[in-house]
């Protein structure tokens, strides 16, 4: 039997200072499971592919439920996710910065990457936030669809997406 190919390896520090290797995933849109980037994955018709992801507050199983409590009720638990989101955020502006061909794109790259990690944030919570009340993640499913093809319609065509949004001039 042939041995499963081997994941890239990056160097890190450990706690005690010294530099070590370690085997990192490589994001599933990289290896054409999908063929689109991570943006595109939840939204629309692919989010029955997040339909009970964590990372989307679509999960309602009770672990997941308890871990998240934890999680945000624990005050150094919350200052590491918020490190960790600003990372994230850091990481989508340097993809986004390379992909851009402006005079002006690292600070144009920083501010969509905040909006979508924002974005992203929001939706979680706000699924979570329904699954908390009472309800399941198959009855939340539909509305967190429809939020999410609405935050990314506001991300794509900006405020006049939404409806109910007075124009001006």
Known sequence: MAAPPKTPRRKIWSS?????????AVPSWRNGRRGRPPSTHCTGTSWTGCRHGTITGLNDDKDVLAFHD??????????????????AEEALAVALADALDEENRA????????????????LATENRRRIVSGRSADEVHPEAVADADLAFALLHHGPR???GIRRDG
């Open 107 to 122: 600070i144009t790259a920083a501010l969509l990457a905040g909006q979508v990690i924002a974005t992203q944030r929001i």
């Open 70 to 87: 934890l999680v945000y009720s624990t005050s150094s638990l919350v200052a590491r996710v918020s490190h960790y989101l600003a990372r």
């Open 16 to 24: 005690s200072g010294s530099p070590t290797t370690r085997r990192r």
């Open 161 to 163: 997406a939404a409806t």
